[in-house]
């Protein structure tokens, strides 16, 4: 890969980081194009989650770059990334129960200009007809497949052009991940990128152009989403191993 990739909406290149004296994050490339769609795979502990929270911002890097639209992201930090475009819809996000549906939409607004902030929730609602019709419930009163797709609603108001889903669809009803699921369809189809961390390996794929997996803080494994074979190769991946193209 060159030095820098003029295409890379997102260009991660060698990162470390992790908590205290504990490293996780060996030495991550990665790279993301505008409009691309990309599953993030790999077993539990294999540092998925800490990898979205440093190109965020939200864990400093011990070393590496992040660029993001040919910026480096150093000293952008989670909201700096976030007005930047770079949005990240955490893991196990919990919305407020106690407010509307509105207003835990105005509360991902809360920075934009007050006249643009009606206009961005109704384009979050879009994505979502069945939590558009509670608009006025409280967030409690949805189930809690609606509240994950309000906690995704709330990264869509950002208007995000790298959307970071951290398992969307972690304790979902099949029906309710494929609703969830379907957002990322719709939002690859209007040309948002999205990084998707997935544990349900065919139903990432299935919206996804490529696909990345990780074990034990380092990518194993990096492919087109319909390549042969795929399925042999990351189950290898998740046993650590390297797997060659
Ligand atoms: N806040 C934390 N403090 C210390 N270690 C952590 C913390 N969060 C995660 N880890 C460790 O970092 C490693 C990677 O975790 P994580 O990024 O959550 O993996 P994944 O999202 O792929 O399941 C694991 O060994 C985990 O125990
Ligand atoms: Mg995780």
């Known amino acids: ?25 060996h030495g991550v490339s990665l790279r993301i194009a505008a409009g691309e769609v990309v599953s993030l795979l790999g077993p539990n502990g294999a540092g998925k989650t800490t990898l979205l929270r440093a190109i965020t911002g939200l864990l400093p890097l011990t070393a590496g770059t992040v660029r993001f639209d040919g910026r480096d992201m150093r000293d952008a930090g989670p909201r700096g ?25 105005l509360l991902a607004a809360y920075d934009l200009p007050r006249r643009e902030r009606p206009v961005r929730i109704e384009e979050a609602l879009a994505a979502f007809p069945e939590i558009a019709a509670k608009r006025h419930d409280r967030g409690g009163a949805l189930s809690g497949g609606q509240q994950q797709m309000l906690a995704v609603a709330q990264g869509l108001v950002r208007r995000p052009r790298l959307l970071l889903l951290d398992e969307p669809s972690a304790g979902l009803s099949p029906v309710l991940v494929g609703r969830v699921l379907g957002a ?4 690859r189809a209007a040309g948002t990128a999205v990084l998707l961390v997935e544990q349900l390996i065919d139903k990432a ?8 997996a990780m074990a034990q803080g380092r990518v194993v494994l990096e492919a087109k989403a319909d390549e042969s074979g795929l399925h042999e190769r990351l189950e290898r991946a998740y046993f650590g191993q390297t797997v060659e193209a």
């Open 184 to 187: 990322v369809a719709d939002l």
């Open 1 to 25: 890969m060159p030095i820098s990739d003029p295409d890379a909406l997102l260009e991660v290149s060698r990162i470390e980081a992790g908590y205290g004296k504990i490293s996780v994050l």
């Open 205 to 212: 794929l299935a919206v996804s152009d490529r696909v990345y």
């Open 81 to 105: 990334s976030a007005r930047a475009g770079l949005v990240h819809v955490v893991e196990g996000h919990r919305i407020f129960t106690q407010l509307s549906v509105t207003d835990n939409l």
